[in-house]
């Protein structure tokens, strides 16, 4: 299940890229979703827990990983509670992020109004208002209306 | 500051090149186009100069601002060309919004976030796209496009709904045009309150006419609204005193100059946005004719024939002979 809060919330990581270097643990590399959403977004390939290829920049280590990705691997696999801001993530990360919800309980934290229109089977609750939404209209409506209060 | 001012930072594998124009520029789109790259780039080479092997060329200096102490550093920077990364949160504050609004620094803001306190334009909201490789075919080029058009759903098809974002001068100027139609004309009170009014019109076609100017925070609700809203247009020239400018109606010294590159003569520190220069000059050069403009009220000669066609004929989607009746 996919829960957004939308503005300031507890517990929240505003930033998730710097997050991200210093807590990640290698074997999230060694995941075959890992290296999908990595190969998806960057354009890249995990070699190992340790080695990146990127097709611009080479061989590069996963500190220099986009902040999307490295975002999308702390919904996938951070276990610490913590939650992360969406918004360091373009909407090219949009699909991953409602697919990790399928997979886990997975909330996060969104300081805009992330665009989820291009993404199939979207349903997430808002918890901001408890209001489930199950497609982008609905969730718009919802934001929309969280944002005028 | 004034101006237009190239950049170019390169390494061995990557080139950026873009312009930088106005006092506040926002960079966003997807991941993985680039952004924390260039920020990086540009940190590096910006503190260790060429022992960074980074070529970073501009004719005003390009430097980072982090989080830590920008409240002590910015106030000792002038014209230079700042950019800021997304994880520094200050950027959403009125505190950074003060201090931009009197500032002589051109500011680029890495962020997805809507800044509702800064009036940044719809024209300076950049993605970073790759564009091939870079002359020896080993460098990778990097540029700045616009994420939205100042115009939206090109259409010369009259709409059944015009809102207007301001209800002063530009709104008394649209509600008379279309006074003789069956043409709808409301006013949204404000930038900010343009997606919520769009919301309520329940019109299969209808007009949004706001600043461009200024725009540029109401910019992504807007464009949300119109994925579910696909028949909205919208239309974003600089300002409704921008229309006026261009309109020939008035004449002063190096009008079409100062029209075609405003840029060369909108001092940032003055002017927080570009509207309020276009007003600035439509009031001074206006004051004494048969024209004179104030904001808050529309000089009723505006609205003859001759002067009205000669403003609407600036917004390219306006073509008479569909919309006489």
């Known amino acids: ?149 | 500051m004034k101006g237009k001012h190239h950049v170019i930072v390169q390494n061995n594998k990557l080139r950026y090149e873009f312009d930088i124009r106005r006092n506040i520029t926002i960079i966003r789109g997807d991941s993985a186009t680039g952004k924390t790259t260039l920020i990086d780039l540009i940190q590096a080479a910006s503190v260790m100069g060429d022992e960074s092997g980074i070529f970073l060329q501009c004719d005003r200096p390009v430097r980072v601002l982090g989080a830590a102490d920008w409240e002590i550093v910015l106030p000792q920077l002038h014209e230079n060309i700042i950019f800021i990364d997304e994880e520094n949160r200050f950027i959403t504050s009125q505190t950074f919004a003060d201090a931009v609004k009197n500032s002589d620094n051109y500011f680029v803001l890495i962020t997805r976030e809507d800044l509702p306190n800064l009036p940044y334009s719809v024209d300076e909201i950049y993605g970073i796209h790759t564009s091939g490789k870079y002359h020896d075919t080993k460098r990778v080029y990097n540029e700045m496009y616009r994420i939205y058009s100042s115009l939206t759903n090109v259409s010369t098809d009259m709409p059944d709904d015009l809102l207007i974002e301001d209800s002063n001068s530009g709104y008394e100027f649209f509600s008379a045009v279309v006074k003789d139609r069956s043409i709808s004309c409301s006013s949204a009170h404000g930038k900010s309150n343009l997606r919520k009014s769009a919301e309520k019109i329940s019109s299969d076609s209808l007009m949004v006419i706001g600043d461009g100017a200024a725009i540029g925070p109401e910019m992504n609700d807007l464009f949300q609204l119109m994925h579910i809203r696909p028949s909205i247009r919208c239309y974003f020239p600089e300002s409704f005193e921008w229309l006026i400018l261009r309109s020939g109606l008035i004449n002063f010294p190096d009008i079409q100059k100062i029209l075609a590159a405003p840029e060369e003569y909108i001092e940032s520190s003055q002017y927080f946005s570009w509207e309020r220069f276009f007003t600035d000059m439509l009031i001074q050069w206006s004051a004494g004719g048969y024209l004179q403009y104030q904001k808050s009220e529309l000089n009723s000669n505006y609205l003859h024939p001759k002067e009205m066609k000669a403003i609407l004929q600036q917004m390219p989607w306006w073509e008479e002979g569909n919309h006489t009746e």
């Open chain 1, 1 to 149: 299940m996919l829960n957004i809060i939308f503005g300031d919330a507890p517990n929240t990581v505003y930033h998730p890229p710097t997050y991200f270097d210093n807590t990640y643990e290698d074997s999230w590399l060694e995941q075959p979703l890992a290296k999908e959403m990595v190969q998806d977004i960057d354009k890249s390939e995990v070699v190992g827990p340790h080695l990146i290829e990127s097709p611009v920049l080479g061989p590069v280590s996963p500190k220099e990983l986009s902040g999307g990705v490295k975002t999308l691997l702390l919904m996938a696999f951070d276990d610490s509670g913590k939650i992360f801001n969406a918004s360091a993530c373009g909407d090219n990360c949009a699909q991953w992020i409602v697919n990790i919800g399928k997979e886990k309980n997975l909330t996060i934290n969104l300081h805009h109004v992330m665009d989820f229109s291009h993404v199939e089977d979207f349903r997430a609750k808002i918890l901001n208002t408890g209001k489930k939404v199950g497609n982008y209209q609905e969730y718009l409506k919802e934001i929309f209306r969280i944002k005028e209060n």
